[in-house]
């Protein structure tokens, strides 16, 4: 089935140390997002992307970076820099940037600190 | 973007209808609502979304008041499966690169 698969579902960090979250889809679509989620609170967007090649910041992208080399990946790296990170990740993708069509999210990566 | 007020938590028993409500009174005239839920520990998952008229699939059905400053999603029979929270959100499309979630409204269904 077509969808988004979402890996680990939990990760633990070290401080001081990046980590990687990854963001497989194959639903063909060209846009694609990170989202985080604090509990009890709704998602702010920290990257998003419309096409390969191409990304840009959203409200809270500071201590995270992402790549998107691939249509079909778009990998999220959780720096040293990012001195809370502490809270559920959830990656988004939509037919393209320019639609109204609805957001398919994976089933999230939930990182903790060590 | 438009701000949305609903209900912070709602009941329903088992097996009844259910009226969620929005309020989106700064919603411009080309946006969509759009509605999603989340079930504790996962991502948010769409139900439906519309612009004017109301709108019906096999998960539920969306009434949009005429003037488009509140609409409601309605559950036709609740099951336990339905407790989750539902975020109302209108949704420009074209030039839009995010979607803006709120705290939405918990539901929780009663055997």
């Known amino acids: 089935d077509g969808g988004i698969t979402q890996s680990p579902k939990y990760l633990f960090r070290k401080e001081g140390q990046n980590v990687t979250l990854s963001c497989e889809q194959n639903?063909?679509?060209?846009?694609m997002y990170w989202y985080r989620q604090d509990p009890g609170q709704g998602l702010r967007l920290i990257y998003y992307s419309q096409i390969v090649n191409d990304f840009q910041k959203g409200d809270i992208a500071e201590g995270y970076s992402v790549s998107r080399e691939k249509k079909e990946s778009f990998p999220l790296t959780v720096t040293s820099a990012q001195k809370n990170p502490t809270a559920f990740y959830l990656c988004a993708s939509r037919t393209d940037g320019a639609t109204n069509q609805p957001q398919h999210f994976g089933d999230g990566t939930r990182l903790s600190i060590l | 973007d438009a701000k949305t007020t609903q209900p912070n938590s709602m009941e329903s028993n088992e097996e009844e209808p259910v009226h969620l409500p929005c309020n989106h009174s700064t919603i411009s005239g080309t946006d969509y609502i759009h509605w999603y839920r989340q079930l504790p520990s996962q991502g948010p998952e769409y139900v439906i979304h519309g612009l004017t008229s109301n709108v019906n699939n096999r998960m539920a059905s969306l009434a949009i008041a005429e003037d488009r400053k509140s609409s409601t999603l309605i559950l036709h029979r609740a099951t336990l499966r339905d407790a989750a929270v539902y975020y109302c959100i209108p949704d420009s499309g074209a030039g839009s690169y995010q979607l803006t979630f709120g705290k939405g409204t918990k539901l929780s269904v009663i055997p």
């Open positions: 639903l063909n679509h060209d846009a």
